[in-house]
C-alpha cells in the first residue's frame, strides 16, 4: 500500500520547465511530473549508442578468435 501511493506521488510532483534542461522541458504545460522525468531519464540512459554496439560486437568477436587461437584451431572469418 505504501509502495503504490509513493508511486503515485511522482505524478502529483511537477518540477517547472525553467529548472530543466531543454530536453527534460514539456513546452505544452509549465512543468513536468516526476515520473514523466523517470521515464525520460530512463529512456535516454538505456539506449546504446552505434559506437556501443560496434564496440561489443567487435568484443565479441575477439574473444572467439582468442579461443580459436587458444585451442589451436584455423581461425574462420566471422562476419559482422
Known sequence: ???RS????????????HW????????????VSLADLERKCDSRDSVE????????????R???YAAMIENDQ???YLPK
Open 1 to 3: 500500500m505504501l509502495f
Open 6 to 17: 509513493v508511486s503515485q506521488s511522482r505524478y502529483m510532483i511537477v518540477v517547472p520547465n
Open 20 to 31: 530543466l534542461p531543454e530536453d527534460f522541458r514539456d513546452n505544452r504545460t509549465d512543468g
Open 49 to 60: 549508442t552505434d559506437h556501443q554496439i560496434e564496440k561489443r560486437k567487435k568484443d565479441k
Open 62 to 64: 575477439i574473444a572467439i
Open 74 to 76: 584455423e581461425i574462420t
